[in-house]
């Protein structure tokens, strides 16, 4: 049974920093894509960034150049370290696997999921 476990969320004041990871097991974590999510009250789930099986990385626009994705495949666990952080990325984040060839964004196309951590950040 796959199971994917985040942590590392809370609360932090803008321009401060904070580590997510995601925890795999049940699966062959170094075939997977990994990717995180995040979903703000209101809004629909929106892609934050992915790290390839080769270690190729991918962000959105909006947290390119503060966010960095990295992979441990001893650990089985996927990082997103989160740097000057903005209001505007309060949202509960999510780690997602995808066993398929080529990055996507499209959450739809994400095979397991966490349950989520929760990120703050005070103005």
């Known amino acids: 049974q796959v199971q994917l476990v985040e942590s590392g969320g809370g609360l932090v004041q803008t321009g401060g920093s904070l580590r997510l990871s995601c925890a795999a097991s049940g699966l062959t974590f170094s075939t997977y894509i990994m990717g995180w999510f995040r979903q703000a009250p209101g809004k629909e789930r929106e892609f934050v960034a992915a790290?390839?099986?080769?270690?190729?990385?991918y962000y959105a626009d909006s947290v390119k150049g503060r966010f960095t994705i990295s992979r441990d495949n001893v650990k089985n666990t996927v990082y997103l370290q989160m740097n000057n952080l903005k209001p505007e990325d309060t949202a509960v984040y999510y780690c997602a696997a995808d066993v398929r060839w080529s990055v996507t964004s499209r959450p739809g196309e994400y095979d397991y999921w966490g349950q989520g951590t929760q990120v703050t950040v005070s103005s």
């Open positions: 790290i390839h099986r080769s270690g190729g990385t």
